[in-house]
């Protein structure tokens, strides 16, 4: 058997993707509750689309109801929590990774107490995971902190939400510290370059004149100052925890043997890696540091912030692997969109209907690399493809062209560990349909459950097993051993 016994096969949910229940119980608005929803956004106008104004959070802050703002609604697992898991757990789910709105648990981000509700509701469900042996593997931030800290401090701009996190950590360490054992700290903490509002609640209109760059690097500093802290709390108070930080693993190749490209190639992957080589390694890298020095920005820290950084590293790498990227020098060649990032046209690899390139093989080589990089365990806590589903008259969904993506990846990472990867777990983005992170759409579905709701929120909500529901069934059945089940 190539897979460990106790492999963890399961999916990944974000809290702001699925819950809804945006104002029940004391939750507070979240950074994810005033993006408005744009159809179809491309990865060109995708600055645009997250350009999130002073202005816009105003707007959204009058307004009362979901129209425009669909991760308000989510797909109600708030209430339907219990038939959703009952049905991952109808499909052999090992694990399911989720996230914890810190909103729900502190409304504003500052109260010095948490709110009970918020707390009891993530009690219940991970009871009821306990119930089917479903282990949770918790995110802490996954792109909804409270509205109220991006509007006082500009989000994680201001040192001053260090401690808020903390606090909001300690909070769910101490209440979930006999149901919960694996943490991550910040979901995809590289994506704060790329996307600052939802990542670090940052609102560019609010940053000092010329000093966005300056402020985004600074916050993400104060990220991993905070994840270290999370990390320090988490070993003290939850013996046996396994934390682990989370990146996009952007995997980046050269068009040609140019050595432009070559050279283009290998500063994306060297960025890349730095957001982990400072969790895993407890320090910034020297090539990283210098570069941001060469750019004029500062990073302001505090005495302690190496050590902290030094003494709290986390215990496994997981991250998001859904495409590669392709590098290139020759600016005329044509652009292929990603994970809210750009690349060239890699030739050799098709494309998902939302132009993000399918490469099954360069998960294994992000694999080797990043194991031979950092020796510690791996975990692959998003991978997935995005498509549109037609959910038939019989109530089916034929969705061969996920299996097929699926299969590939699998495959490949199943050979990754025959190499000597040292793999944990796999978990699936998304196990059911959700809204759209980047797009926040409902018709870019990911589900093996197919959700009845569309783009503007109608729908019966009803939740149906697509044909890739059973094959995954499968899979896991077989520990990963048989891929090639038809229904
Ligand atoms: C990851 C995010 O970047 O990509 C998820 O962590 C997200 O939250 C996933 O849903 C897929 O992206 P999208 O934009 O297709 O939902």
């Keep these: 058997m190539t897979f460990k016994k106790g492999f963890l096969w399961g999916g990944a949910i974000a809290a702001n993707q699925v819950e809804g229940a945006w104002n029940l119980d004391g939750k507070g608005m979240s950074v994810s509750d005033v993006k408005m929803f744009k159809s179809n956004v491309s990865v060109e106008d995708y600055a645009a689309h997250n350009a999130v104004t002073s202005e816009s959070i105003k707007t959204a802050m009058n307004e009362s109801g979901d129209a425009n703002y669909p991760k308000r609604r989510g797909i109600d697992f708030y209430h339907r929590y219990q038939e959703d898991i009952s049905l991952f757990a109808e499909m052999g789910f090992k694990t399911l990774r989720l996230s914890i709105a810190w909103s729900r648990i502190f409304p504003t981000g500052e109260e010095s107490e948490p709110n009970e509700k918020g707390l009891q509701f993530y009690e219940n469900v991970f009871k009821e995971l306990k119930k089917y042996d479903i282990e949770p593997i918790i995110t802490l931030s996954h792109y909804e902190m409270p509205l109220h800290l991006t509007n006082k401090y500009n ?3 201001d040192r001053a939400v260090v401690d808020h996190f903390v606090r909001f950590s300690v909070a769910c360490f101490k ?37 966005i760059e300056q402020t985004i690097y600074q916050a993400l500093h104060h990220q991993f100052v905070a994840s270290a802290l999370a990390t320090r ?26 050595p432009k490209d070559v050279y283009l190639s290998l500063q994306s992957n060297l960025n890349n890696h730095a957001f982990s080589d400072v969790q895993i390694r407890g320090e910034y890298p020297i090539l990283f540091l210098k570069q941001l020095e060469l750019k004029g920005i500062e990073i302001k820290m505090e005495k302690d912030d190496l050590d902290i950084l030094k003494s709290n590293t986390v215990d496994m790498l997981s991250f998001s692997y859904y495409m590669s990227r392709t590098e290139s020098a020759d600016e005329t060649l044509e652009k292929a969109a990603g994970n809210t990032i750009m690349g060239v046209k890699n030739p050799y690899l098709p494309s998902t209907e939302w132009g993000w390139q399918v490469d099954a093989l360069g998960l294994k080589i992000s694999l080797l690399e990043l194991y031979d990089r950092y020796r510690i365990p791996l975990l692959i806590v998003e991978n997935g493809l995005g498509a549109v589903d037609t959910l038939d008259n019989d109530g089916r969904v034929q969705d061969s ?23 944990i777990g796999y978990t699936s983005w998304a196990p059911i349909d959700s809204i759209s992170a980047s797009t926040s759409q409902m018709s870019k579905r990911y589900g093996f459950i197919y959700v009845d709701q569309d783009d503007h929120g109608n729908g019966t909500l009803e939740r149906y097993k697509k044909d890739s529901f059973y094959w995954y069934q499968h899979v896991i059945q077989t520990n990963g051993e048989d891929l090639l089940y038809t229904l």
């Design 401 to 423: 062209y996920r299996i097929d993506y699926l299969r590939e990846h699998i495959k490949e990472m199943k050979e990754a560990v025959e190499l000597g990867v040292d793999l």
């Design 175 to 211: 209440r979930f510290k006999n149901l919960v054992k694996y943490w991550l700290t910040f979901n995809e903490i590289d994506s704060i370059v790329r996307h600052p509002f939802t990542s670090g609640g940052i609102v560019l209109d609010k940053c000092p004149e010329g000093e």
């Design 155 to 157: 989000g994680w701009a």
């Design 233 to 258: 709390a988490c070993h003290t108070i939850i013996d046996d925890s396994i934390v682990g930080c989370m990146l996009t693993k952007l995997t980046t190749y050269p068009n040609t043997c140019n």
